[in-house]
């Protein structure tokens, strides 16, 4: 006999049992729902992607997180796990340009793999679900994106969130009217970047460290910060470093486009917000729940040139990505779930009271499986206590039983578990009989 193992998954990979994969399914369903009504179109492509594709697109510290995968003895194509949708996204655009429409609206649920430190809502294999609009300059389509992200929020039931939103160019130009060299400006994102995780103070303390005068420093740190009761940060920033600034205008059309269809408390200009990603050229949008904080649950802007890479000129794109994993977990923490999200699927259990019954109990579950009714049928002609007792387990609201009096009858008897309620009907009705059930017991929750 072999060596026993120990069975457990590798940190920061996780299993699913069913009643976990309906939480997980009730979410990517609600959401895919919601990128169909706005017109997106699904797409998938390979986990793994060429080592040049993704390798020079994210910045210096997404990229460490980047796994990259050995096969065989050949090195002659290096690969490496894909770190998220976007870049597949842009290479499959520049790879099958001819046999798209633009503007091209897709989105993509798919898992994604980093090389994180394991903890609460962060982990190595996760899915997210984009949504992506390319070949739109206009500032619309990045409204659209935010309205989407809205609807889907409110869809699953958030309580509270609000979508940050800022602007790459504004960040430039914020930087610049600071004192910052250009050479500089990278660290400026990937400092501010942490501004959630270590506060003003420590933002501060790490631009001085990378060599950043203090005054240039103090000023920048003054405008990210920019707010006033009554007054608009919009308002603040074009006031002090002028009302042209670059990406400015852009915030104000967006505001003026969400008009009535996102409720401006559940928007905010944030300019300490940054998405550190490298690819991002103009609006960027993050959503954050406060109450209990697991970091943001979307995030995701404009990307003008990242297309570009991969044919001759590049497209507009903007999009959003919905971090699966810490929804779902917020999902349980706040019990958001609809209350007939059970454990199981299976609406009924067909019981096999003998052998000799097995064909009649067999006919049973087909008929109700071509009514459309969740239907599992018991394999084993076991004792009905057994039967029973398998179903309660399992939380199957309702169970079927034809012996031999019920087939020589012609009737089929069901019984409700919950409250016992016990009926009998003809063979032929049994679906509907079923379906009453079921909605009595549906009404009374």
Not at 241 to 246: E, H, L, N, P, Y
Not at 362 to 389: C, H, P, V, W
């Amino acid at each position: 006999m072999s060596k026993f193992i120990a069975p457990r998954s590798p940190k920061g990979f996780r299993d699913f049992l069913p009643d976990t994969m309906l939480r997980r399914n009730y979410v990517i369903d609600n959401i895919t729902e919601e990128f169909h009504r706005f017109g997106f179109e699904p797409i998938d492509t390979p986990i793994l992607e060429l080592h040049e594709t993704l390798f020079g697109k994210y910045g210096e510290d997404a990229e460490k997180l980047i796994f990259t995968a050995q096969h065989g003895r050949s090195t002659r194509e290096p690969l490496a796990m894909r770190y998220d949708l976007t870049v597949p996204l842009a290479r499959l655009v520049g790879q099958y340009e001819s046999k798209l429409n633009l503007p091209f609206k897709r989105y993509h649920i798919a898992p994604v793999f980093r090389g994180e430190r394991p903890q609460r809502g962060r982990y190595r294999e996760f899915w997210q679900c984009d949504a992506d609009t390319v070949g739109i300059a206009n500032i619309s389509a990045d409204a659209e994106i935010i309205n989407l992200m809205h609807r889907i929020l409110q869809r699953l039931g958030f309580p509270q969130y609000v979508i940050k939103i800022n602007h790459r160019q504004l960040l430039v130009a914020i930087g610049e009217f600071s004192g910052l060299p250009d050479a500089q400006l990278p660290d400026l994102y990937r400092s501010v970047d942490k501004f959630d995780k270590i506060g003003a103070d420590g933002v501060r303390r790490e631009l001085t460290e990378r060599g950043i005068a203090a005054d240039a420093v103090g000023r920048m740190m003054d405008l990210i910060q920019a707010k006033e009761p009554g007054t608009s940060s919009l308002d603040l920033i074009a006031d002090a470093i002028g009302a042209k600034a670059a990406g400015l205008q852009d915030l104000r059309d967006l505001a003026d486009l969400l008009g009535d269809s996102v409720p401006p408390e559940r928007y905010d200009f944030d300019f300490t917000m940054v998405r550190g990603l490298g690819y991002y050229t103009g609006p960027i949008f993050e959503t954050v729940i406060s109450q209990p904080n697991l970091g943001s649950i979307t995030g995701g802007g404009r990307y003008d040139n990242l297309i570009g890479m991969f044919r001759r000129q590049s497209l507009p794109t903007t999009g959003t990505s919905f971090g699966i994993e810490r929804i779902i977990d917020l999902m349980d923490e706040l019990d958001l779930y609809p209350a007939h999200l059970g454990g199981t699927l299976v609406q009924v259990l067909v019981t096999v009271f003998s052998d000799d019954a097995r064909a009649a109990s067999m006919r049973i579950a087909d008929q109700l499986r071509s009514a459309g009714i969740n239907t599992e049928l018991y394999l084993e002609a076991r004792k009905l206590g057994r039967q029973f007792a398998y179903a309660d387990k399992k939380g199957i609201p309702l169970v079927a039983i034809a012996g031999p009096d019920e087939i020589e009858a012609g009737v089929v008897k069901l019984r409700r578990l919950r409250d016992g309620r016990e009926v009998s009907c003809e063979m032929p009705d049994v679906a509907s009989a079923v379906e009453t059930l079921l909605a009595e017991a549906g009404a009374s929750q």
